[in-house]
């Protein structure tokens, strides 16, 4: 239940609080110390939403640094390891500078086109520590400059998750310059479209609470697009190319997991029960793919394996992304469940029958379980499966909003990269000589080796 | 002087180190080594890609003894390294032209 707070509400708590010395005891109520910074009369900043914002933000950092560097690196070979770790940082940095520059203007920048933002708020003028953005709740604020934060570590996560499909391959220069083409050419305008109150795809009553079409499918697409262009690993099929270390790949899926709090209950904007709603999906969710993808892997391959557990584990992190402030708890054990078959089939049979190599099955997991996730949504938020969708929600109307939302995703991102990627090979090449490859790119990239023998 | 190299069964290294300071060998060189012989190797499934596995993870023993001991030495460690299953492993013996002890400078058998 929303507490609300009227101005003679806020004005009786500013005369209380000014009364002498003895008022101190007359305690505000637990969650809201309610403090009326007005930018616009009667907006009110909720010290607790900016705590959780500033927390979520810091969450979402700790996913890509070093959550993901470390599922990713211990993925690859001992040899390319550093590569991976290099590419997640320098992409996280050059994506937040880029982000400060012209992101956040291109995706919020206050522009009225359903398409971008505009150049408002190129490097955030304007902005300063007075400044407020809106919550879901009208007259709820938090700071600007925490919403900037926030939404920049999503940009900087979608653009390192791409990087898993051409590992252990890719031209470290290609790589930056791919991104900083692709974040600003598909990653704000959609994160635009979907996110923003003018927004093309948020006003067709697409629900995408934290990502699942931003980030997730978004990277996917990216990802296998670069992996058909990149070309397969030289020894494919051949040789040895195990994970170096399922021990670190752990660590980093247990940080994800970790991070993804911040990522999904983050998305609320306050926090309150939305937040929590957000919060229990990422459990239940994560918890009921996991153990579908072992129970899976156990029938069909004999045994369950880390491996197995670990991208399950993701693949129901990504699945329940969309769907995390508007499916019930229950909902979510079966949406995890099911991204983590599909998933599962992806990467274990479709992706060798087809001989591409998305070494580190980014579109496999991100790609499909974001699908998954985003249709799902569609069908999980209805009232009567657990969701918080209205009576007349209508399931198959809102599948259809959700598969538009989806295809636009599909289609903006496809195209985009593909040219991106066609022209960065054309120009500067996307791979490294054949002899780089096979010695590792942590030596003849960055001149280092992750470990001494 | 003979140099015995041996490839025996990783968890049988303790057993075979003890055995041979029984009857008196004062050193011995150990390495980590992967191989196979009879016994092949296995393979692995990772996310549906599958690897064949062709190598064996085995301990490599070198010891070098006078040519007095060197008979007793093969003995033992085959009586201490074996379990009647594929995989148990080799010894083979070589001789040795020469051998110095570096912090004294004595040589051949003075060295062992």
Same mark, same amino acid.
């Given at each position: 239940m929303k507490m609300k707070v009227t101005i003679p509400g806020v004005a009786a708590v500013l005369a209380a609080l000014a009364l002498p010395a003895f008022a101190q005891e007359a305690a505000p109520a637990a969650e809201t110390v309610v403090e009326a910074i007005a930018e616009v009369a009667g907006d009110v900043m909720d010290k607790g939403d900016v705590a959780w914002m500033m927390t979520s933000t810091l969450l979402v950092l700790f996913m890509i640094m070093p959550g993901l560097a470390l599922f990713y690196g211990g993925l690859v070979r001992s040899k390319n390891m550093l590569s991976v770790l290099m590419q997640t940082t320098m992409i996280t940095a050059l994506v937040m500078v880029i982000w400060v520059f012209w992101g956040y203007s291109m995706s919020f920048g206050g522009g009225t086109s359903p398409f971008w933002g505009g +150049? @408002?708020? %190129? +490097? %955030? *003028? @304007?902005? *300063?520590?007075d400044s407020m953005a809106a919550t879901f709740t009208d007259g709820v604020v938090i700071p600007e400059f925490v919403f900037i934060a926030f939404q920049m570590t999503f940009a900087a996560i979608t653009c390192a998750l791409i990087i898993g499909s051409f590992a252990e391959r890719a031209k470290f220069s290609a790589v930056l310059l791919f991104i900083a083409l692709w974040v600003t050419l598909v990653y704000f305008p959609i994160a635009h479209m979907v996110w923003d109150g003018a927004g093309l795809i948020f006003n067709w009553g697409a629900l995408d609470f934290a990502g699942g079409t931003v980030v997730h499918i978004n990277a996917g697409v990216a990802a296998l697009i670069g992996a058909l262009v990149i070309g397969p690993r030289i020894g494919l099929g051949k040789d040895m190319m195990a994970p170096h270390s399922m021990t670190l790949t752990l660590v980093g899926a247990g940080i994800l997991w970790v991070g993804w709090f911040g990522f999904n209950a983050g998305s609320n904007l306050e926090a309150n029960g939305g937040a929590g709603l957000a919060m229990i999906n990422t459990f239940t969710a994560t918890a009921g793919a996991i153990l579908a993808w072992s129970a899976l892997e156990a029938v069909m391959r004999g045994k369950a394996s880390m491996l197995g557990a670990a991208s399950g584990l993701v693949a129901g992190l990504v699945a329940v992304t969309p769907a995390a402030g508007s499916i019930g708890p229950v909902g979510a054990i079966v949406l995890g469940a099911i991204a983590s078959a599909l998933c599962y089939f992806f990467v274990a049979v479709v992706k060798n029958k087809f001989g591409y190599d998305d070494s580190l099955d980014v579109f496999g997991i991100h790609g499909i379980g974001g699908i998954t996730g985003a249709i799902g949504t569609g069908i999980f938020t209805a009232p009567s499966l657990g969701g918080t969708g209205g009576d007349d929600f209508s399931i198959a109307g809102q599948v259809v909003i959700q598969a538009q939302a989806v295809g636009v995703t599909i289609l903006w991102c496809g195209v985009i990269s593909f040219i991106l990627f066609k022209v960065i090979d054309m120009t500067i090449g996307l791979r490294v000589s054949t002899d780089d490859e096979r010695q590792g790119l942590d030596l003849t990239t960055h001149g280092e080796s992750a470990y001494h023998a | 002087m003979k140099l015995i190299i041996a490839a025996i069964k990783p968890f049988k290294l303790e057993e075979v180190r003890e055995a041979l300071t029984t009857i008196g060998v004062r050193g011995m060189m150990v390495t980590e080594i992967k191989g196979f012989g009879a016994q092949s190797g296995h393979t692995e499934i990772y996310r549906g890609a599958e690897y064949a596995v062709n190598f064996v993870p085995k301990i490599k023993l070198e010891i070098v003894v006078g040519d007095d001991l060197a008979d007793q030495v093969v003995a033992t460690i085959a009586k201490a390294a074996?379990?009647?299953?594929?995989?148990d492993g080799k010894i083979f013996v070589l001789d040795v032209a020469q051998a110095v002890r570096v912090r004294t400078g004595e040589t051949n058998d003075d060295a062992l």
């Open positions: +150049f @408002g708020k %190129l +490097f %955030l *003028t @304007g902005v *300063t520590m | 074996r379990t009647d299953k594929i995989g």
